[in-house]
């Protein structure tokens, strides 16, 4: 077999595995874990249950697929904080920018994540447990750092990250509920543009930062 073949192979197997997880996101985010079945995701892409079993062999499986390419994602977002050389506002910023883009490129994987937190985490504990929790009290540092060097006002950092959490992921697992009351099918971009400027705002004044005018922020972005 050539190395070309090869690769080709290997290429091949990489789409087929990212089209499946693709639509297990979307199943997991219906219907939840104990809805969601094996013959329903093969199905949908277009495969019989058997070929989806030889890529991944349990629902269990497939799902840990799923979650942890949710988290990586996120992971590689939320890295954005843990840099304490950086100006706080300009850090902060860019935090929840990259967390609100998170909820509007990948709305079904954030709920997929969030469904199995708000169940306890029976099946992801331990992954979240030696992922996350190290990256935050990392960024529970760089806080703790700018307050120690008086660049923002002292802060319960960790409570600070859960209302960040709160008020941007809201905008993927809460997204239907908002969509109604702003009276429209689904959000649009100039929501999230609009959360942005609150949250931010929100977050620099809770750190004594002064907010950056919206002249300014737009001639910035």
Same mark, same amino acid.
């Given at each position: ?71 990586? =994602? ?30 509007? *490129?990948?709305?079904? !994987? ?30 529970? =540092? ?6 120690? *060097? !008086? ?35 689904? /959000? ?15 977050? /620099?004044?809770?750190?004594a930062i002064k907010p950056?005018?919206? !002249? ?6």
């Amino acid at each position: 077999m050539t190395i070309t073949r090869i690769k080709r192979q290997a290429l091949n197997r990489d789409k087929l595995e990212a089209d499946i997880v693709a639509e297990a996101v979307r199943v997991f985010a219906e219907r939840g874990y104990e809805g969601a079945s094996i013959a329903t995701v093969a199905d949908n892409a277009g495969l019989s249950k058997q070929n989806l079993m030889y890529y991944f062999p349990t629902k269990q499986a497939l799902y840990q697929r799923v979650l942890d390419d949710v988290l990586d =994602e996120w992971l590689t977002r939320m890295d954005l904080l843990a840099d304490p050389t950086q100006e706080p506002g300009d850090m902060l910023r860019a935090y929840v920018q990259a967390k609100l883009r998170f909820s509007r *490129e990948h709305p079904l !994987g954030s709920r997929v994540y969030a469904m199995e937190v708000i169940s306890g985490a029976p099946l992801y504990g331990e992954q979240i447990r030696n992922r996350v929790v190290p990256l935050v009290r990392k960024d529970i =540092e760089v806080f703790e750092r700018w307050i120690a *060097e !008086g660049r923002i006002a002292p802060v319960n950092a960790t409570h600070l990250l859960f209302a960040i959490w709160a008020m941007t992921q809201s905008y993927a697992d809460f997204s239907a509920q908002m969509a109604l009351v702003l009276n429209r099918k689904q /959000l649009v971009r100039k929501d999230f543009d609009d959360a942005e400027q609150m949250i931010v705002d929100m977050v /620099l004044c809770a750190v004594a930062i002064k907010p950056t005018p919206p !002249g300014d922020r737009n001639a910035s972005d």
